[in-house]
C-alpha cells in the first residue's frame, strides 16, 4: 500500500450529496470501523456500540446504523479500541534538519495528523524558495501540513542598524502566501518591544495583516499585563511564551489564546497546569504545543502524546486534555471542518487508543488510510522518495585557520572581558571576566573555569569571537550550519585547531554538524541539503545527535542536550545576551558590548 497520496494533502473531499448518500445508506462506504468506542470531542461523550463510516478520506457518518456496508466496504475491527481525532500541533519548526517526509514518517506513528509549521528558519534562509521547498516537500504527505509565514526580517532590531539580516520575503511575496489555502497566517512576532514603540513599519505591516484575515501570532516573553492588553489591541490573536500559569492568565484576559508550551526547550506544563484548573476559565481558548523538539527528543519522548500524558499526570481531564490537542487548536485556526473531530466531513484522522489514559495509539490513520500500526509506519512508506531541491550552502568563509579564533586587541595586562553565561537550556545572562594579553590576544585563565570560544563567520568575511561560560566542559571544537534564525553558522570550542577542523569538515560535509576532540572526529551529522537538511530516517539523525551529546557529556558537561542548546547562542528573540556575527549583543538594550571593557 503506497500512503503517500497524489494530491496535494489529499484536500480534493468527496462532493455534499456524496457523503449524505453514505450517510443515509443510499450508498456504499469505502471503509467501515467497527468494535469501536468514539470519543465525541464535542459533547464529551464517549460512545459504546457505534461505527465510523468513511468516504473519500472523509467521514460520512458515526454511529449504529450499517446501512451503508456493502459487498465493496472494507472493514476495519478496531478490537474494542476507544477512537480519538488525530492530534494536532499548532505551533511547530519542522523546516530544518530533517525533511517533512521523514518528519511525517517520525510523527504520525504517535497520533500526530495534522501540524502548523513555522517558515522563519526556512525562509531566513532561503527567501521564497525556502517556501516553494517546504510546500513542495508537504505535498503528497499522508501528514496535513499547513504553514504560517513571516511579515518581517528575523532580526529587524540588526537591520534597523544596518546588519544583513536573512533573506525574507517581499510584500507580494507575502501576500500571495497568505492567499494560499495551506497559509493560516503570520509566524510569531519576535519584536514585541519595537512595536509597541510604535515602529511605523512594523504598524504598517500589523494593519496589512490584518486587512488579510489570517490571524497574526505573538511572541512575547516577559510582557507584563498592561503590554499584553496593548499587543492584544494591535491585533495579535495568540501567544505560546507564557511560563506561569499568572502569564497565560494575563493573556486570556486580554482575549488571546493561549497556546501552552511543553517540550525539551521549555518544558513549561506543570508551571501552566494551575491555569487549566481554574473552574471559571475558558478552556475553548487553551492548547497544547511542544514547539520545537529535537530529533533525539522525538524517539526517546514523543510528540503531542507525551504532552497529553503529561496533562494526565498533572490532572487535567482527560476530555479537556484531549480537546486542547485535537478541537481547539483546529478551532482557533479555522480548520475545524477538516480536523480536530470524529463527525461527518471531517478528514478521517482517527487514533486508535486503548484508553484515554494511554494517548500513544495502537494505529492511526490519515484522510481514511491506516498510516501506522504500533509506534511503526505500515509497509509502503516511501522514505526515499524525491525531495525537492534546496540551494547548496554557501558560507562566507570556505575554509578558516586557527587565527581566524584568535580575540586581538592593542591593549596589554590584564582586561576585564564581558562573556555570555548559560543559565538554562535556552536563557544567558553575562558576566565580565579578567583575562590575560599574551602576545596582542586576549587569553582566558581556563585552569579554574572553563571557558570557551565562540565564533561565527561575518558576511563580509572573517570571524566575530566572544567568550561563552557555562558549560562546563573543554570542548575541542563544534560547528554547526543549523544554529538559530537568522544567522546559523556557528563555532565553539577550546582547542583552535579542533575549531577550525571542525568548521572545515562541516563546510565539506555541506552543512550539518561536526564535534572534534584532539584532531579526531567525535561525532557529525552532514545535512546535505542546502545545509539545513536530511533526508535520513529520524532514528539515524537522533542516534548522531544522541553522540553528540554524549561526547559533551562524557568531558564533563553538565547539560543533557548540547544540541539544542547551541540552536539558541545566535537568537536575539530570547533574552540576555546572544552572538551574533559581529560580537555579544545585548538583546534587552538592543545593543552590541565592546570585545574589551574600559
Known amino acids: 500500500m503506497n500512503i503517500f497520496l497524489s494530491d496535494p494533502n489529499n484536500k480534493a473531499a468527496p462532493s455534499s450529496t456524496h457523503l449524505m448518500a453514505v450517510a443515509g445508506g443510499h450508498r456504499e462506504a469505502d471503509l467501515y470501523i467497527h468494535n469501536c468506542r468514539v470519543l465525541n470531542i464535542y459533547s464529551g461523550e464517549i460512545l459504546a456500540d457505534v461505527g465510523v463510516a468513511i468516504a473519500g478520506g472523509r467521514i460520512a457518518y458515526v454511529g449504529t446504523s450499517r446501512g451503508m456496508v456493502g459487498a465493496g466496504t472494507e472493514m476495519i475491527d478496531a478490537e474494542d479500541g476507544l477512537l480519538v481525532p488525530g492530534y494536532v500541533e499548532p505551533h511547530s519548526h519542522f523546516d530544518l534538519i530533517v525533511s517533512l517526509g521523514r518528519m511525517a514518517e517520525a510523527v504520525l506513528p504517535l497520533g500526530t495528523t495534522t501540524v502548523v509549521n513555522d517558515t522563519l528558519a526556512m525562509v531566513g534562509r532561503f527567501g521564497k524558495t525556502g517556501l516553494d521547498y517546504l510546500q513542495s516537500a508537504a505535498s503528497s504527505l499522508p501528514l496535513h501540513v499547513f504553514f504560517m509565514v513571516s511579515r518581517t526580517s528575523l532580526a529587524p532590531e540588526l537591520e534597523e542598524l544596518g546588519y544583513p539580516t536573512g533573506a525574507s520575503l517581499s510584500a507580494e511575496e507575502l501576500a500571495d502566501a497568505l492567499g494560499d489555502d495551506q497559509v493560516l497566517g503570520t509566524v510569531e512576532s519576535l519584536p514585541w518591544r519595537k512595536l509597541l514603540a510604535g515602529d511605523p513599519n512594523l504598524m504598517a505591516s500589523m494593519e496589512l495583516l490584518l486587512r488579510s484575515g489570517p490571524g497574526t501570532r505573538g511572541h512575547f516573553p516577559g510582557a507584563r499585563a498592561d503590554q499584553i492588553q496593548a499587543l492584544a489591541a494591535a491585533g495579535f490573536t495568540d501567544c505560546h511564551e507564557a511560563l506561569s500559569a499568572e502569564e497565560a492568565l494575563d493573556r486570556l484576559r486580554a482575549g488571546l489564546y493561549v497556546i501552552l508550551r511543553h517540550g525539551p526547550a521549555r518544558p513549561d506544563l506543570p508551571a501552566l497546569a494551575r491555569l487549566v484548573h481554574r473552574e471559571e476559565v475558558d478552556r475553548s481558548r487553551l492548547m497544547f504545543t511542544t514547539d520545537w523538539v529535537p530529533q533525539a527528543a522525538l524517539v526517546q519522548t514523543g510528540h503531542l502524546n507525551h504532552?497529553?500524558?503529561?496533562?494526565?499526570?498533572?490532572?487535567?481531564?482527560?476530555?479537556?486534555?484531549?480537546?486542547?490537542?485535537?478541537?481547539?487548536?483546529?478551532?482557533?485556526?479555522?480548520?475545524?471542518?477538516?480536523?480536530?473531530?470524529?463527525?461527518?466531513?471531517?478528514?478521517?484522522?482517527?487514533?486508535?487508543?486503548?484508553?484515554?489514559?494511554?494517548?500513544?495509539?495502537?494505529?492511526?490513520?490519515?484522510?481514511?488510510?491506516?498510516?501506522?500500526?504500533?509506534?511503526?509506519?505500515?509497509?509502503?512508506?516511501?522514505?526515499?522518495?524525491?525531495?525537492?531541491?534546496?540551494?547548496?550552502?554557501?558560507?562566507?568563509?570556505?575554509?578558516?585557520?586557527?587565527?581566524?579564533?584568535?580575540?586581538?586587541?592593542?591593549?596589554?595586562?590584564?582586561?576585564?572581558?564581558?562573556?555570555?553565561?548559560?543559565?538554562?537550556?535556552?536563557?544567558?545572562?553575562?558576566?565580565?571576566?579578567?583575562?590575560?594579553?599574551?602576545?596582542?590576544?586576549?587569553?582566558?585563565?581556563?585552569?579554574?573555569?572553563v571557558i570557551l570560544k565562540m565564533a561565527m563567520p561575518k558576511p563580509e568575511g572573517g570571524f566575530a569571537v566572544g567568550?561563552?561560560?557555562?558549560?562546563?566542559?573543554?570542548?575541542?571544537?563544534?560547528?554547526?550550519?543549523?544554529?538559530?534564525?537568522?544567522?546559523?553558522?556557528?563555532?565553539?570550542?577550546?582547542?583552535?585547531?579542533?575549531?577550525?577542523?571542525?568548521?572545515?569538515?562541516?563546510?565539506?560535509?555541506?552543512?550539518?554538524?561536526?564535534?572534534?576532540?584532539?584532531?579526531?572526529?567525535?561525532?557529525?551529522?552532514?545535512?546535505?541539503?542546502?545545509?539545513?537538511?536530511?533526508?535520513?530516517?529520524?532514528?539515524?539523525?537522533?542516534?548522531?545527535?544522541?553522540?553528540?551529546?554524549?561526547?559533551?557529556?562524557?568531558?564533563?558537561?553538565?547539560?543533557?542536550?548540547?544540541?539544542?542548546?547551541?540552536?539558541?547562542?545566535?537568537?536575539?528573540?530570547?533574552?540576555?545576551?546572544?552572538?551574533?556575527?559581529?560580537?555579544?549583543?545585548?538583546?534587552?538594550?538592543r545593543a552590541f558590548l565592546p570585545p574589551v571593557l574600559d
Open 307 to 449: 504532552v497529553i500524558a503529561t496533562a494526565l499526570e498533572l490532572g487535567i481531564s482527560p476530555i479537556d486534555a484531549y480537546r486542547m490537542a485535537t478541537l481547539n487548536p483546529a478551532r482557533y485556526l479555522g480548520i475545524e471542518d477538516d480536523v480536530g473531530a470524529i463527525a461527518p466531513r471531517r478528514y478521517a484522522d482517527i487514533l486508535c487508543l486503548a484508553t484515554l489514559q494511554e494517548p500513544l495509539p495502537r494505529w492511526v490513520m490519515a484522510s481514511g488510510r491506516v498510516v501506522a500500526r504500533n509506534g511503526l509506519t505500515v509497509d509502503g512508506w516511501d522514505g526515499e522518495r524525491a525531495e525537492p531541491k534546496l540551494p547548496p550552502y554557501q558560507p562566507p568563509v570556505q575554509e578558516t585557520h586557527v587565527t581566524d579564533f584568535r580575540m586581538a586587541t592593542n591593549r596589554r595586562g590584564n582586561v576585564i572581558v564581558p562573556t555570555v553565561e548559560l543559565v538554562d537550556k535556552t536563557v544567558t545572562r553575562r558576566r565580565d571576566l579578567h583575562m590575560a594579553v599574551r602576545d596582542g590576544v586576549v587569553t582566558p585563565e581556563t585552569r579554574r573555569e
Open 467 to 589: 567568550f561563552l561560560v557555562g558549560m562546563g566542559a573543554h570542548l575541542g571544537g563544534f560547528s554547526t550550519s543549523v544554529a538559530s534564525d537568522p544567522y546559523h553558522t556557528l563555532v565553539i570550542g577550546s582547542n583552535d585547531h579542533d575549531m577550525a577542523t571542525a568548521y572545515n569538515r562541516m563546510v565539506g560535509n555541506g552543512g550539518g554538524i561536526v564535534a572534534v576532540q584532539q584532531g579526531q572526529i567525535a561525532a557529525e551529522l552532514p545535512l546535505p541539503m542546502g545545509g539545513f537538511i536530511s533526508t535520513a530516517p529520524v532514528p539515524d539523525i537522533a542516534a548522531d545527535i544522541e553522540l553528540l551529546n554524549r561526547w559533551a557529556q562524557e568531558l564533563g558537561c553538565p547539560w543533557d542536550d548540547i544540541f539544542l542548546i547551541q540552536r539558541y547562542f545566535t537568537y536575539i528573540g530570547v533574552p540576555f545576551f546572544r552572538m551574533p556575527p559581529w560580537g555579544i549583543y545585548d538583546v534587552k538594550e
